[in-house]
């Protein structure tokens, strides 16, 4: 797949400002990878929660330490801590122009809190980004279904297959090294469909808040990639907010 994202990122480079993008869609849905096309394209970073948690607490930061101390207890770290680290992150100079959030806002508390805080804050080239523009990717549920547990990784390069879409030449094989490949835990049909109605009972109220603010845009992500990087590009040069 990596071919075809090349081919779509360098057809041209975007040099105006960006401003905010929130990913929504479940696991499966394709995020991952169009947040990869959007951030090659813009030359904007992917800021990922999970990322920024694991950093805080390796480099011993104070955020990282209260929020090691949290997890240490058994406890989920509360949305204030997260956001201050969302906060944080915004502050680099590489967030000048635009950032695409992975994994937040998750609720609806961190969505409001989000608002406040791009109404508030003057980055260094003093622009507001004001409302994000925030993107849902749709997939049929069998679709996702078919899509995760027939995901095949090798345990040796990491490379990702998938037996419907995306198989090896061998079967169960990895193509670069010849390692047999593995289902993740996470992969499996029981598992998968409890993550499907974890995402759907966590993710509803958020995209009621977005769609009720007129913020919501839904792309089809049951197409090809490529089909789906190209409509997304063109509602983010275009400042979709529809």
């Not at 105006?16 to 929130?22: A, L, N, P, R």
């Not at 096309?37 to 904007?44: D, L, Y």
């Not at 240490?72 to 997260?82: I, K, M, T, Y």
């Not at 993107?135 to 390069?157: D, F, H, K, M, W």
Request: charged letters at 25%.
């Amino acid at each position: 797949m990596s071919a075809p994202t090349a081919g779509i990122v360098e057809s041209e480079t975007s040099t105006g400002d960006v401003g905010t993008v929130i990913l929504l869609g479940p696991p499966g849905a394709g995020k991952g990878t169009q947040a990869k096309v959007i951030s090659a394209r813009f030359e904007i970073p992917q800021i990922s929660t999970g990322d920024l948690l694991r950093e805080n607490v390796s480099h011993e930061t104070e955020l990282g330490k209260k929020a090691k101390q949290v997890m240490n207890s058994g406890e989920l770290v509360p949305d204030q801590l997260v956001c201050d680290m969302v906060a944080e992150r915004l502050s680099h100079g590489d967030c000048r122009k635009g950032f695409i959030l992975d994994g937040f806002p998750r609720t609806v508390s961190q969505a409001g809190w989000l608002d406040r805080f791009l109404a508030s804050q003057v980055f260094e080239n003093k622009k507001c980004f004001g409302a994000p523009i925030v993107i849902q990717y749709v997939v049929e549920y069998n679709a996702l279904l078919q899509r995760l547990t027939g995901r095949r990784s090798c345990p040796t390069c990491g490379r990702i297959y998938n037996v419907h879409f995306q198989p090896p030449r061998t079967a169960d094989v990895c193509d670069v090294d010849g390692t047999r490949l593995v289902t993740r835990k996470d992969d499996r049909e029981d598992v998968i469909v409890e993550r499907l109605k974890a995402y759907e009972q966590q993710t509803l109220p958020l995209v009621e808040y977005y769609q009720s603010r007129g913020r919501l845009l839904k792309i089809d992500a049951d197409r090809p990639m490529e089909q789906v990087a190209a409509e997304t590009l063109a509602a983010i040069e275009n400042g979709d907010r529809l």
